[in-house]
Nanobody, 127 residues
């Protein structure tokens, strides 16, 4: 596994969680020049895009369902990407996957152009 995600858990609606994803030291690979982001997969549903940040942090993009509630950030020096999730809703319940793009920009960030996936972290939001 080249990317390792953490921070998931069980929370109540309205609570906050912060997910983190770091490049594995054993991978000997860096993602500092790649766009980084998050997808999620809810039970019985297809995996969907959540958020992405460009290689230098200058551009971000969010799905409509999380815009205004989630904030993505990255630390290029540490090769990490975080997802701050506020005002969580039961429909945010899913396994969250971090992923590094083949590209540096946010526009081409999609499941078809992923260089590396994290292992996923479960977020459960109770009502």
């Amino acid at each position: 596994v080249q990317l390792q995600a953490s921070g998931g858990g069980l929370v109540q609606a309205g609570d906050s969680l912060r997910l983190s994803c770091v490049a594995s030291r054993s991978s000997r690979r860096t993602f500092s020049n790649n766009a980084l982001g998050w997808f999620r997969q809810a039970p019985g549903k297809e995996r969907e895009f959540v958020a992405v940040i460009s290689w230098n942090g200058g551009s971000t993009r969010y799905s409509d369902s999380v815009k205004g509630r989630f904030t993505i950030s990255r630390d290029r020096a540490k090769d990490t990407v975080d997802l701050q999730m506020n005002s969580l809703k039961p429909e945010d319940t899913a396994v969250y996957y971090c992923a590094a793009s083949l590209y540096s920009d946010t526009a081409r960030y999609s499941q078809d152009y992923i260089r590396s996936w994290g292992q996923g972290t479960l977020v459960t939001v109770s009502s």
